[in-house]
């Protein structure tokens, strides 16, 4: 299984800093790399599909990067709804794995 | 607007059986994979079984091959998780989720969770 590993695992932040979370996969995946926000009590929402696609009404100040086994997912200036868990997933082949997630917090 | 409604969880024994719905709307439900993610309390996700728009080709965790079946009755567009042998590390919210296609794909949209626990 191709293991995903997502860094920071956690994180504090101020409204409007730039916030960047990374995830590495074990084995090359091309860009079948996709991220999602989760918020307490909450189904996953998708931000990012094929490492930088903008998925259609996610804000422009999400962005997402990388190929192979490198991936970023940026936010440039954090908003208090943004402060969530989020979640980078390969597709590259079965089983599809998920990061163990990357929680944002208020500082 | 599309909708996933997930039914069928509850409190069920260690070695029980349980059945999960998935009622979709909103979309053309041939055209879409779907798929079941499960989330432990307090943990992160983890993707459990996907099947194709046509409901051929059915896809599974590890944790799940032989105890768990994908399928999908197109007459009532709805999805099913039918959960077998369930043990207590099967304890979660269930989510369905559709995706354009079945693989190499992104999950569009999500259900609002269903709560699975097995517990004696």
């Known amino acids: 299984d191709i293991q995903m590993t997502q860094s920071p695992s956690s994180l504090s932040a101020s409204v409007g800093d730039r916030v960047t979370i990374t995830c590495r996969a074990s084995?090359?995946?091309?860009?079948?790399l996709n991220w999602y926000q989760q918020t307490p009590g909450k189904a996953p929402q998708l931000l990012i599909y094929g490492a930088s696609s903008l998925q259609s009404v996610v804000p422009s100040r999400f962005s997402g990067g990388g190929s192979g086994t490198d991936f970023t997912l940026t936010i440039s200036s954090l908003q208090p709804e943004d402060f969530s868990t989020y979640y980078c997933?390969?597709?590259?082949?079965?089983?599809?794995?998920f990061g163990q997630g990357t929680k944002v917090e208020i500082k | 607007e599309v909708q996933l409604l997930e039914s069928g969880g509850g409190l069920i024994q260690p070695g029980g059986s349980l059945r999960l719905s998935c009622a979709a709307s909103g979309f053309t439900f041939s055209t879409y994979a779907m798929s079941w993610v499960r989330q432990a309390p307090g943990k992160g996700l983890e993707w459990v079984s996907a099947?194709?728009?046509?409901?051929?080709?059915?896809y599974y965790a590890d944790s799940v091959r032989g105890r768990f079946t994908i399928y999908r009755d197109h007459s009532k567009n709805t999805l099913y998780l039918q959960m077998n042998s369930l043990r207590a590390e099967d304890t979660a919210v269930y989510y369905c989720?559709?995706?354009?296609?079945?693989?190499?794909?992104?999950?569009?949209?999500w259900g609002q969770g269903t709560l699975v626990t097995v517990s004696s």
């Open positions: 099947i194709g728009g046509g409901g051929d080709g059915t």
């Open positions: 997933q390969q597709t590259y082949t079965t089983p599809w794995t």
């Open positions: 989720a559709i995706h354009p296609q079945v693989a190499g794909s992104h999950f569009d949209y």
């Open positions: 084995q090359y995946i091309a860009t079948f």
